[in-house]
């Protein structure tokens, strides 16, 4: 061979060594810190976007790695659903958490998904979470060493982001105002949280604030269609309900930041070569559950807000810990939470489907085949579940029971379709696998309905309504940190592979129900 190409050979072989391990000696960060914005849109993200300062949101999308095309391998999807699959990095179908409530057939009642051990009363905690989460392998990795810390304004988000093994999980409580935490964890008792409470608890100002726009432009702007000069809002925190309305205000996050920036040198984080986790939720969601058209400026103060909280988030925690040393992520639970929406008065078809009511009907038609009985033992969201003890008495084998079921429901107004456990059990068609990846047979009905969209689902028994929609809510997922390129990638990619993507990056194993591929 000539020898200059035997030259030329051996450079490239040693140039892509040299590539190769590069990438694999990416820069273990000190701190990981995973955003989880609760409903953030796509399309609000971008409009709103010429009221952003140029250190928050527009700093993440221009020097970060965005992902354009995000969804979640399931359905419904919730907060707690969607938090529970970005940190375990799986569905619903094997961590468990099918949303924030489910029917518990053992008592009969709707339960949380962070509802503890009977044995231990009022006692939140993730035993629901039946696999690891990513600040569990951490810990594991780490012999417990690593600091996991979760902070949010719910206590499901909390939670379920904190995992099994973490230091310790914040909220805001409903009927307080106060930052707390579960006897669960072992920072239970730590005096950082005690004095938090006393100057950066909505109990300690919410009462004494007001919400209104923070950027005067607001009133100028509107992404909406109504456009034009738009009404300010003015919003006080009174009454019973004002630590729940809080939190759907575009101030809550400001207080979920401080906390945070509080967490951060009270524990230790970042200081030392063993890597830290802290997972933070967000809202921007529509204020008090309106719909948009009543809470326009409000969602734009909101992600104005998002924004400037962002950047003050981001500039201490890379002072404190160094820019080369953290690793952020910022992603959405991928939910839109609305009024329901009267489509009748606009001549758009549509009804109100009553589950009591498509419960009874089911008994009668079970009751003429197999003699009278309460067939229906209870209902759920859109669930039934059926009275497996009466079956048996009657001699009904249950499949045939759910069968039956699917075969009469189908048939109903206002039902697009009807599935049977059985069903999602043991298909694995394409058209399927979004409803099996969000059921779990130990929290899911015997029958599980979907509504026709444009129809209004109405549970009298657990009070709950809401309308049906199919449509997609585009949101991003943006990494930004150390050794991470700016770029932006069009391919479609699921929520599930955050946690892979992570655990790679903090050279770790993949949380254990995990089995997608990292990003990169």
């Not at 099994?164 to 009927?175: E, F, M, T, V």
């Not at 254990?512 to 990292?518: A, L, M, Q, R």
Request: hydrophobic share 40%; proline share 5%; with cysteine.
């Amino acid at each position: 061979m000539n020898p200059k190409h035997l030259s030329l050979l051996l450079l490239a072989a040693f140039l892509a060594t040299h590539e190769t391990t590069a990438q694999s000696g990416r820069q273990v960060p000190k701190l990981v810190v995973l955003l989880t914005v609760d409903q953030l849109r796509s399309d609000y993200l971008e409009a709103f976007s010429p009221l952003y300062g140029e250190d928050g949101l527009k700093k993440m999308l221009k020097e970060g790695m965005v992902y354009t095309n995000v969804s979640y391998p399931f359905s419904p999807v919730d907060r707690a659903s969607a938090v529970a699959a970005i940190h375990s990095g799986t569905t619903p179908y094997y961590n468990g958490i099918t949303g924030e409530r489910w029917f518990n057939r053992k008592t009969l009642r709707p339960m949380t998904c962070i509802d503890g051990e009977p044995t231990i009363p009022r006692q939140l905690s993730p035993s629901n979470l039946c696999v690891s989460t990513l600040g569990d392998e951490l810990k594991v990795s780490t012999d417990g060493k690593a600091v996991v810390y979760a902070i949010a304004p719910s206590a499901d988000a909390a939670i379920l982001s904190a995992g099994h093994a973490a230091n310790g999980a914040l909220w805001i409580d409903d009927a307080t105002g106060r930052w707390t935490t579960s006897s669960y964890y072992k920072s239970a008792g730590s005096t950082w949280i005690s004095a938090i409470n006393s100057v950066l608890s909505p109990a300690a100002s919410a009462d004494k604030l007001t919400w209104e726009a923070i950027n005067p432009l607001t009133a100028n702007f509107s992404y909406f269609l109504s456009g034009g000069m738009q009404k300010p809002f003015r919003h006080t925190f009174t009454g019973m309900s004002r630590f729940r309305d809080f939190k759907t205000s575009g101030l809550i996050n400001e207080h979920i930041t401080e906390a945070s920036l509080q967490c951060i040198p009270a524990t230790g984080m970042g200081v030392d070569a063993i890597p830290d986790l802290l997972s933070i939720t967000y809202f921007a969601g529509n204020f008090m559950g309106r719909s948009s058209s009543a809470c326009r400026m409000e969602i734009q103060d909101t992600y104005v807000r998002l924004d400037r909280t962002i950047a003050h988030l981001i500039s201490e925690i890379e002072q404190r810990v160094g820019a080369g040393n953290t690793l952020f992520l910022l992603t959405s639970t991928g939910h839109c939470q609305e009024e329901c929406t009267d489509y009748s008065a606009y001549g758009v078809p549509g009804g109100t489907l009553s589950i009591t009511r498509t419960a009874n009907l089911l008994n009668m038609y079970l009751g003429a085949l197999w003699g009278m009985g309460n067939y229906v033992e209870a209902t759920f969201g859109a669930q039934l579940f059926l009275n497996h003890q009466l079956l048996e008495q009657k001699k009904v084998v249950l499949t045939e029971a759910m069968q039956r079921s699917r075969e009469f429901l189908s048939q109903l107004s206002g039902i697009t379709n009807v599935y049977s456990a059985q069903q999602l059990l043991n298909e694995m068609q394409e058209q399927t696998m979004k409803i099996r990846n969000g059921f779990h047979p130990t929290h899911n009905g015997d029958i599980i309905i979907e509504v026709a969209p444009g129809w209004n689902l109405v549970n009298e028994d657990t009070q709950e309504q809401h309308t049906s929609r199919l449509s997609f809510i585009a949101f991003p997922l943006i990494i930004y940190g150390p050794d991470i390129r700016p770029e932006r990638v069009a391919s479609p990619v699921s929520v599930v592979r955050i946690a892979p993507t992570l655990t790679k990056c903090l050279r770790i194993r993949a949380p254990n129900g995990c089995k997608e591929e990292p990003l990169f």
